[in-house]
Nanobody, 123 residues
Framework: VQLQASGGGLVQPGGSLRLSCVAS????????MGWFRQAPGKEREFVAA????????DDADSVKGRFTISRDNAKNTLYLQMNSLKPEDTAVYYC?????????????????WGQGTQVTVSS
């Protein structure tokens, strides 16, 4: 599967953005999906994950209550709604697809990665 992330940009603190990740192929609904981010000089870190059906999600503590992951299997699209953005949310955001149903906070569980989209939170 090929993944194409979009929706990043420059936003002021407290603002919102919605990231999208469109998957090619007809097997999108077979994959668990996740969002990760990488800030300059830091390791890539888990943001959120969602099961193949969308019935189960998991979020990093740093984004709980602010970010929401969702998916539309009919549109082969993964979303990340980001609200109340903070400067520390600035990073390149990556979507990823996994064959695994669990431990989705681990980078090593993902089989395919998108190219990333830049999110900058600054006044």
């Amino acid at each position: 599967v090929q993944l194409q992330a979009s929706g990043g940009g420059l936003v002021q603190p407290g603002g919102s953005l919605r990231l999208s990740c469109v998957a090619s192929g007809r097997t999108f609904s077979s994959y668990s999906m996740g969002w990760f981010r990488q800030a300059p000089g830091k390791e890539r870190e888990f943001v959120a994950a969602i099961s193949w059906s969308g019935g189960r999600t998991d979020d990093a503590d740093s984004v709980k209550g602010r970010f929401t992951i969702s998916r539309d299997n009919a549109k082969n699209t993964l979303y990340l709604q980001m609200n109340s953005l903070k400067p520390e949310d600035t990073a390149v955001y990556y979507c990823a697809a996994s064959y695994y149903p669990s431990y989705l906070y681990q980078l090593g569980k993902y089989n395919y990665w998108g190219q990333g989209t830049q999110v900058t939170v600054s006044s």
